[in-house]
């Protein structure tokens, strides 16, 4: 069984071409822009996860909102 929750936006995926928290977080702006999401609802997003200074938190935080996948 997986334990991983399904993100608010699962039809969302982005391909991390950086462990950078800024860019991480700039690339899902950018994907949740362009899957027609909300000003508001981006906003939330970005406040949400850069509210987390822990690594880990962060990337938990970003996993609630959108699928996350590794480059190849």
């Known amino acids: 069984m ?12 982005v ?3 950086s462990r950078n928290r800024w860019a991480v977080a ?3 702006r ?3 822009r362009r899957a027609g999401k909300e000003r ?3 906003e939330r997003f ?3 996860a ?3 200074d822990d690594p880990r938190a962060f990337r938990d935080a970003c996993r ?3 699928v996350l996948r590794p480059t190849a």
């Not at 997986?2 to 995926?13: E, F, G, I, K, S």
Request: hydrophobic share 50%.
């Open 64 to 66: 609630r909102w959108v």
């Open 40 to 42: 508001a609802e981006i």
């Open 15 to 17: 391909t991390l071409s």
């Open 50 to 52: 850069l509210a987390e």
């Open 46 to 48: 970005l406040a949400e």
């Open 30 to 32: 950018i994907a949740l």
């Open 2 to 13: 997986d334990a991983t929750p399904t993100p608010r936006y699962p039809d969302v995926q």
């Open 26 to 28: 700039a690339a899902i």
